[in-house]
């Protein structure tokens, strides 16, 4: 589905927290109109930080939102889904999208608890997404079509990427790049801390350290080469970088990050 259709829709978030101002602000910014999205929370504090942040409407009734939205996010806590959907399942339209960025809750569970009567669609955003820079990852439901995915494609990209993957690699997604910028941030700390270790200031370590990593990712989004190879061109024989690198292979940097990927998705996969 174009673009062009996407400026058309009125879009709906249940849920009206950090993540669900995020998508929305990134909206406002790219596709819609503000007076196209309403929110719905029963917090007055989230409903006015959404407000204030998007200028699109907040209110404390999740049917308003189903009633007056064609795409629905279920922004919620995980362990909120079932009550949500308990309460609106008597209104999903069959013309509705919903797509839910609850982590760990499945396809067939949405489409069981609404009884079929809509188009739902699974994501996994990440963090970055508050400041439009995220990953995200999506899965389709049985009902979803080819349209759908290209809707949701173009709703995601105004706060980074979205992927399509099948339903089955949403734990792997999870452990990447959902939890990913955990470990990136880790990185980050170290690195600066070898700074200090060396002389310089913290604040200059830490800044020269996140403009550091923010450029390399950017070498490889952007270059579309291998990392190593970039990594080789840093390398000169017998320099400084290589014996970085010397001491990162000593130090297990490769498998402890591979371990880490490895137990968030494990751990995803026990919360499904």
């Known amino acids: 589905m174009p673009a062009e259709r996407v400026r058309e829709s009125r879009v709906g978030f249940v849920g009206a927290g950090r993540m669900a101002t995020a998508l929305a602000t990134g909206l406002c910014r790219q596709l819609l109109r503000p007076e196209q999205i309403v929110a719905s929370d029963s917090s007055e504090s989230a409903r006015r930080a959404f407000t204030e942040s998007t200028t699109a409407r907040a209110v404390d009734a999740n049917l308003t939102v189903f009633a007056e939205s064609d795409i629905v996010f279920l922004a919620v806590k995980p362990h909120q889904v079932a009550d949500v959907i ?7 339209r069959p013309d509705h999208l919903v797509i839910s960025i609850a982590a760990g809750i499945s396809l067939a569970q949405l489409e069981r608890d609404l ?18 820079h995220g990953a995200a ?5 049985d009902a979803a079509s080819a349209s759908d995915a290209q809707l949701v494609s ?4 105004t706060v980074g990427i979205a992927i399509p993957v099948p ?6 997604v999870t452990g990447l790049s959902g939890s990913g910028p955990a470990f990136v941030y880790q990185v980050i700390e170290a690195l600066s801390d070898g700074g200090v270790r060396m002389g310089l200031p913290r604040p200059t370590a830490t800044q020269l350290a996140a403009q550091t990593v923010m450029g390399a990712a950017r070498m490889v989004l952007e270059t579309g080469e291998h990392p190593g190879t970039l990594k080789d061109a840093v390398a000169s024989p017998g320099g400084t970088t290589i014996a970085g690198l010397h001491a990162l292979e000593r130090g297990g940097l490769r498998a402890a990050l591979m371990d880490a990927v490895e137990s968030a998705t494990v751990r995803a996969s026990e919360l499904d």
């Open 86 to 92: 308990a309460e609106v399942a008597d209104h999903v």
């Open 115 to 132: 009884g079929g009567a809509c188009r739902v669609v699974r994501v996994m955003p990440n963090t970055p997404c508050l400041i439009g």
């Open 137 to 141: 990852a999506f899965a389709l439901g």
């Open 154 to 157: 173009d709703l995601l990209s």
């Open 167 to 172: 339903e089955q690699q949403m734990d792997a």
